[in-house]
């Protein structure tokens, strides 16, 4: 007998010849119906960044704004929407720093299925991965089993939850890389938890765009 990782809620599963050597159930079925419920439908949504836009379009607002200022991503891959039960999980897990989530949101997401040479992952201020113990991205890649590179650093804290759009873009950019490794024609894959208004993703791949790399491509755990 386990409890659900989520509401604590019991389940019983029947052991059976097909479950034997399946990986244990995490959460109940009530809640995965919840998490289910948050996956992004690609219908209607724009072709860059997943944003939901009317049928007439296709690309949104935001990244028509980004497109002005700064080169363009290739592409957001992104399995859920940053609402109901992804959005509790998601601030369980980084504001009240409940780690063992890792775990739920490692087996529920989905990394493109391409090669990528290098697979970063947005580095959070230090300051903030002391105060929480961890650091959210890498935590859930390493329950993934994924081999990816720390090569970039945050200056200084963003603290963008408190500023316009506007401020945000005027912010300078706060990433520099810090490894000695050679991007020419790479194809890389930046890894963050969530994606709103995209400036951050589009701050870091500045830094690589200017090394010759071929393709860049963003994940996030939702948006
Ligand atoms: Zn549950
Ligand atoms: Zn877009």
Known sequence: MVNCLWCDAQINEALTITNFYARPVLICEACDDALQQCKIQTKACCTTCLKPISDNQSQCMDCAMLAKRYQRINQLYCNFQYKGMMKAV?????????????????????????????????????????????????????????????????????????????????????????????????????????????????????????????????FTFAR
């Open 90 to 218: 998601l601030q369980q897990y980084k504001f009240n720093r409940d780690y063992v989530l890792c775990t739920l949101i490692a087996r529920y997401i989905q990394l493109p299925r391409m090669h990528y040479d290098y697979i970063i992952p947005i580095p959070s201020h230090s300051s903030r991965d002391r105060w929480r113990t961890f650091n959210p991205v890498t935590a859930v890649l390493a329950c993934m089993h994924v081999k990816y590179t720390n090569c970039l650093t945050m200056q200084y804290d963003r603290k963008q939850s408190s500023l316009t759009k506007r401020q945000r873009l005027s912010q300078p950019n706060p990433f520099i890389i810090t490894a000695d490794l050679d991007f020419t024609n790479k194809n890389i894959l930046l890894v963050d938890d969530i994606y709103t208004t995209g400036i951050t993703v589009h701050q870091a791949a500045c830094k690589f765009f200017v090394r010759k790399i071929r393709k860049f491509d963003v």
